[in-house]
């Protein structure tokens, strides 16, 4: 691949080629420009503007750090790559660490499925090399866990084992050894956190069933009603009306639940 | 293929480099042609030219025009940007104006995700550039906007408000005041069509429950029940037979309660 | 810019262009290397080496032919082209025909939308040329149908008709003629493999309702009950944990009513 020994004039290096065909390759998975937008739907970008990032991203009952939280999940959730470079860096600017985003795809993988983490390794890669974040600063592949609610893993997996453990044995020891077990306990992600990814991606995938389980244990490792509540406006415009409309009767009876 | 022999002048100009360098980026969002299909899977072209091409799209009970938008709205809605170029032409081809493509992607904007919208922006900005539509050709950014019907949207806001303004207020909010004061009264797409599109992104995406509300809004909008039946025909190819008969028990439902 | 003017010997052969030209674009559609994935998430690698690699797909209730099924269906259930090529790859060295591989996406084109299967074919493509696999190893277009069951067919036909042929005569039509009077008797996947990947799809895309139907059809056609649990148990890691938390209390309920 040496190219200084030719002798001829050859003005087009390798590395304008690499350029010029990094461009192609990139342009794929990459948000469309604000030109863009508005040569295609000038009222998108005004609600871009205006709303999304003129309003809701400022709106007080969440911090911009929380949002990003939020966003990623949905994104990483519904497996959209093309906007996901852009929001690593921005969680980045909001002060996600590398070590939460790291622990936030892998938390994920679990809560939506394998290839939409490994979709997302793909594009956090460039980022984080982007960023200069190297392997020193990401979580331990088996750190020392987090201390474990005895009493409540007993009565959550008994429950579970009741209902499914006879008919499905493989799923119910997955959910006690790998995820209540270990994933949830890795000290990296907050339970809190983890509970905001986990309830962001379960309405961010039309699953606003299973809030009636993820909303109490969120709100027993430290989320509050009103936290939720924003995170839910915040989620209609990255997940769409229909999903935030299903998942709020759902909240709603889980919060008046709790109240009593 | 043998380039060794090769010592004269050399004509790989850069404009063949171009189209070479084109080919595998724009090839990642570009169906495969029928050839690729055969190679692949014989039986699904078959179906794809005797069942989709041959009989579906043909069939009366809906316009080709409609048909464009209903499949648009699939395809966004779902961001399956794979076969998005081609559906944005053949929409264009069939009568769906650019005005109207404009719409129908910031109406997805809420309806299905904002990355879902900003991903269709990506594919139909390359469409319009080809068929040369320009920026004149587009939506004002805030156009004066329709009449409000103030009795019907009285009536809906209090009903959402009265469920979901105490926990939620911020989503109620968005509600009355972006999507039905702004967004549905927009000009350049009817109601009718807001409605086609809406209702085809919901079955797009599961989401069933919501057509309660939506076939009635749909219904008030102008639109048939044999067009809306005939839509869920014409959806059942677009976004697989289990959407669609999670669809059908509400839409009868909706059907019959109206009828009475 | 101009190359024209060259004279010298030009060593940069159009193969090698090809091989550069190769990597951008294909880079976009393939998973992530191992050690990408390290430098992002170690963890997600620990659990995919230990847990996903090293245990489920060894799990002796399904064979690695059932778990290549099962994996396919849910990526293009779900149209996660990442990672699809690789397992097309694996499903082929565990024992999946090319005829099945062929059969598995048509059968999907109508179980979760023409453009997922649209989309497995441009990667499915790829992997039928490097493994030489031509036109003669797919199926026929229009082959020899297997024998219809006359009786449950017409059953099946009496009950969908009765709830939904006055509204929805479009998809009772096609549910009938294309589905199962010509692409459930297609000979080149078994009955049984059909069921397993519609299966999957249904829960990999959040439709555990249409398991109702779908559960006891898959049981008539030879899956027995610990197999549809083992498939549900290696979906957990593929579609994510709340697909499987919604499907297992519809198959529970499926089980113990054909247990009766």
């Given at each position: 691949m040496n190219m200084r020994s030719r002798t001829g004039p050859f003005r087009l290096s390798l590395f304008s080629l690499a350029i010029a065909l990094a461009i192609p390759a990139s342009a794929a998975a990459e948000s469309p420009s604000r030109k863009d937008i508005q040569m295609v739907a000038p009222a998108l970008d005004k609600y871009t503007q205006?709303?999304?990032?003129?309003?809701v991203w400022k709106r007080?009952?969440?911090s911009s750090r929380d949002r990003s939280v939020v966003t990623l999940a949905a994104l990483i959730g519904r497996n959209q790559t093309i906007a996901l470079g852009d929001h690593f860096k921005l969680a980045l600017d909001h002060g996600v660490k590398p070590t939460e985003i790291s622990e936030i795809i892998t938390h994920l993988a679990f809560y939506s499925g394998w290839a939409n983490a490994t979709a997302a390794v793909v594009i956090a890669k460039d980022v984080f090399a982007e960023r200069k974040i190297?392997?020193?600063q990401l979580p331990a592949e088996a750190p020392a866990l987090l201390p474990l609610n005895e009493v409540a893993e007993a009565d959550r997996a008994k429950r579970v084992s009741d209902q499914f453990g006879a008919m499905f044995p493989g799923v119910v020891q997955y959910t006690t050894d790998?995820?209540?077990?270990d994933l949830w306990l890795r000290?990296?992600?907050?339970p809190r956190d983890r509970s905001l990814v986990t309830i962001s991606a379960l309405i961010a995938n039309g699953q606003a069933a299973q809030l009636t389980g993820h909303i109490p244990i969120g709100m027993n490792n430290g989320l509050t009603q009103p936290e939720i509540a924003e995170a839910i406006t915040h989620l209609a415009f990255y997940v769409g009306w229909p999903n935030v409309f299903s998942a709020m009767p759902v909240a709603k009876q889980v919060f008046e639940k709790r109240a009593r």
């Open positions: 205006d709303r999304l990032l003129g309003e007080p009952g969440l190297a392997a020193d790998v995820l209540f077990r000290p990296d992600l907050a």
